[in-house]
């Protein structure tokens, strides 16, 4: 329904000189939403978020957040925004306590210091609080902007790469912080990322755009699972396995044959038969393997479009 988009983007373009980043680009995010915003480098997901935040203002096409017009009603749009657009940037010779207050000043709220103590425990800052930003690693000041982001505690939330610079420790815990705020603070999340293994755990729905143009949107569950799946079998016997489906049809979706293991593309459906057929011709299948991702599946999606 549209009373329930939170970001409606119609027929959004950006021309730079001879350089079109962005073309005819539509796309729909729905409250709640933990939205995966993807593509290769050069695709224009920077440009679309900062034409999304009003850094940039588009050549055509129209944006609305809330459920108002991004051109007419900026400032009270803004206001229940929270964004990352690329690298955060502090005062270094400050706390980080005296950063979030006075970017809390700015944004014309009135910011409590336990709620600021509140987003710094949030990206686990807060045995840092009193500590000067110049002594953070690239990794916490990425934290530090998120606590940013969450300080005056908008309904959306805009992350442009969120774990740059993270360890998988933090990359995990900043996973657990977004999947918290979308199911326990009914926010929703706007994620661009290139770790697209992050996405798949925790976007509900996602786009793929190249060339600054849409190519697929949907629900990540319905997409990855419409296409062909790549699945490892790991057989007692490859030889055997492999005179066996010599003579089916198998052998037309066998892909590799190697060590002992044998990955087919199937539909979906056609894993269970494939084992069930081998099974019942004395060949042990030790495992039975999906190994379908949200990185095949874009890999496929860009490759094709680029040619």
Do not use: C
Request: glycine residues 8%.
């Amino acid at each position: 329904m549209d009373s329930e988009k939170v970001i409606e983007i119609e027929n959004l373009s950006k021309q730079f000189k001879d350089l079109k980043a962005v073309n005819n680009l539509n796309l729909n995010v729905y409250k709640g939403d933990v939205f995966g915003f993807l593509g290769p480098n050069g695709a224009g997901k920077s440009t679309t978020i900062r034409m999304l935040v009003s850094l940039i203002a588009p050549t055509e096409g129209s944006i609305k957040v809330f459920g108002k017009t991004l051109k007419q009603h900026r400032t009270e749009i803004l206001s229940n925004i929270g964004a990352i657009v690329e690298k955060p940037d502090f005062y270094g010779y400050l706390s980080a306590f005296k950063n979030l207050e006075i970017m809390g000043k700015i944004s014309g709220k009135e910011i409590s210091k336990n709620r600021i103590m509140e987003v710094l425990e949030l990206v686990g800052l807060e045995k840092r609080y009193k500590s000067k930003v110049k002594t953070f690693s690239h990794g916490m000041k990425q934290r530090l902007g998120l606590a940013q982001a969450l300080l005056h505690d908008p309904e959306l939330i805009i992350l442009d790469e969120p774990t740059t610079g993270l360890d998988p420790q933090g990359m995990k815990e900043i996973r657990d912080m977004i999947i918290y705020l979308s199911k326990e603070k009914q926010k929703t999340i706007f994620l661009s990322s290139h770790v697209l293994y992050e996405v798949e755990l925790i976007a509900n729905r996602m786009i793929i755009i190249d060339k600054g143009s849409a190519k697929v949107e949907g629900n990540v569950e319905e997409l990855l699972d419409s296409k062909n799946v790549r699945v490892t079998f790991e057989v007692d016997d490859l030889e055997k396995t492999k005179s066996l489906l010599n003579n089916t049809l198998w052998i037309d979706k066998l892909d590799i044959a190697i060590n002992g293991k044998l990955i087919f593309n199937l539909s979906p459906g056609e894993a269970p038969q494939l084992n069930k057929y081998l099974v019942q011709n004395d060949i042990m299948v030790g495992a039975m393997i999906p190994t379908r991702s949200l990185e095949e599946y874009f890999l496929n999606i860009t490759q094709k479009v680029s040619g």
